[in-house]
């Protein structure tokens, strides 16, 4: 299985974007059954987990970037997603999408630019 990010770029403060992420070739009950994450490496940092999305949709989020997060799951789709509101620079990164097991291949990240 392959992930796909997509829908980064360059936005104010304070303003939005919204991430999505494709499981291709994911088969619907493999995708449907487990946990979806969302992580994010800024430059010179660790890779920092920032939201995950259970089977049943149950969500968890760092508290650096909760109450203005959203993550969101369409399983029909093999989809998964990351409303991201109020953004600040620290919040600029290459985001990435994975199985929370992180079986699944990486795929090459969105970026998400903040500037000061």
């Known amino acids: 299985v392959q992930m796909v990010e997509s829908g980064g770029g360059l936005v104010q403060a304070g303003g939005s974007l919204r991430l999505s992420c494709l499981a291709r070739?994911?088969?619907?009950?493999?995708?449907?059954?487990?946990?979806m994450v969302w992580y994010r490496q800024a430059p010179g940092e660790q890779r920092e987990l920032v939201a995950s999305?259970?089977?049943?949709?149950?969500?968890n989020y760092a508290d650096s970037v909760k109450g203005r997060f959203t993550i969101s799951r369409l399983n029909a789709r093999r989809m998964f997603y990351l409303q991201m509101d109020n953004l600040k620079p620290e919040d600029t990164a290459v985001y990435y999408c994975?199985?929370?097991?992180?079986?699944?291949?990486w795929g090459q990240g969105t970026q998400v630019s903040v500037p000061s």
């Open positions: 999305i259970t089977s049943g949709g149950t969500t």
């Open positions: 994975n199985r929370h097991d992180t079986r699944w291949s």
């Open positions: 070739g994911s088969i619907l009950s493999d995708f449907s059954g487990n946990a």
